[in-house]
């Protein structure tokens, strides 16, 4: 088996700032995703949720649906409630065979909330970590029931964000919850994407490739903004132009044999970063990564 390059939407229209690229059409991206060379596409707010219709677009440009965020709430509720809540987005995945379903624990969670400085992240109580984990581990077998894989998205701004943070999912949770790493939050969370990959291989279920600048975002944090702010002032980008070496990321994906989707993404403002110049950037430099690697990609 090998990787397979996919996109996010979000460099083009960003859903928790629809002011950024809120009006550019589906067709857009889609067509746009197939031109630069993607194998696929993640769900994107304004894609239609009827599997005929997202699935006519999405072959027409030749394109799979690799998989699309959920945010979940089960610091408020049981499992079993979230079962409920989830099923269409759950059903929409399945219909258009998407190998991995994405979820954050979006309690009480900033990364949405322009006017909410970044040090106000929510934290969970030491105690509280064996039920949450108990939950995520309920909705990884529901999941997994449905022929999916569950991918849970560590993220600036919710109570799953730093080092510590997870490693006490990894300790209060099975196998079968397992990540997606994100290369821009790891670094901007103080987490070890590298040493996550090799250490837990059997977690790996799905990779999110983004850049940063740490600078900006040493400075909005420095200075109590916003996560959005963060976004607005880019301390995002796409691979090879920020910060991170790519490399390491890929020689240990390679290490551990990962054959799965490879997702870019770029939360930036697209009238300010062209999200078609700022993709085919990232997909060059994750492939030359991946070659150098050892990596076969399609």
Excluded at 171 to 183: A, L, R, S, W
Excluded at 253 to 278: N, T
Aim: hydrophobic share 45%; aromatic share 8%.
């Amino acid at each position: 088996m090998s990787i397979r390059f996919g996109v996010s939407p979000i460099a083009w229209t960003n859903d928790d700032m629809p002011e950024l690229g809120g009006d550019t059409p589906v067709e857009t991206i889609l067509a746009d995703a197939a031109e630069i060379g993607f194998s696929g596409v993640e769900l994107g707010g304004g894609f239609p949720r009827e599997p005929a219709a997202l699935g006519a677009m999405l072959a027409s440009h030749h394109l799979d649906l690799v998989g699309g965020w959920y945010s979940t709430h089960l610091l408020l509720h049981p499992a079993e409630a979230e079962f409920a809540a989830m099923r269409p987005h759950l059903a929409l995945l399945k219909a258009m065979g998407s190998p991995v379903f994405i979820a954050a624990e979006c309690t009480n969670a900033i990364h949405g909330q322009r006017g909410t400085p970044l040090g106000e992240t929510p934290r969970l109580d030491l105690a509280d970590w064996p039920e949450f984990g108990a939950r995520l581990a309920a909705l990884a077998d529901h999941v997994e029931a449905h022929g999916l894989n569950f991918a849970y998205h560590f993220h600036l701004g919710t109570v799953v964000e730093r080092q510590i943070d997870v490693d006490r999912l990894i300790e209060h949770t099975p196998e079968n919850v397992g990540f997606v790493v994100d290369t821009g939050h790891a670094a901007l969370g103080g987490v070890d994407a590298v040493a996550l990959i090799r250490q837990h291989c059997e977690r790996i279920v799905h990779i999110h490739a983004k850049d940063i600048r740490r600078p900006v975002f040493e400075t909005v944090r420095a200075g109590g903004r916003s996560f959005l702010d963060g976004v607005l002032a880019g301390m995002f980008t796409a691979p090879g132009d920020g910060d991170l070496d790519f490399g390491p990321v890929m020689a240990a994906l390679a290490q551990i044999g990962y054959a799965g989707w490879i997702v870019i993404e770029a939360e930036q403002d697209p009238k300010l970063a062209d999200p078609r110049d700022y993709s085919r950037l990232g997909l060059a430099t994750l492939k030359a990564a991946a070659g150098a690697a050892g990596l076969r990609t399609e």
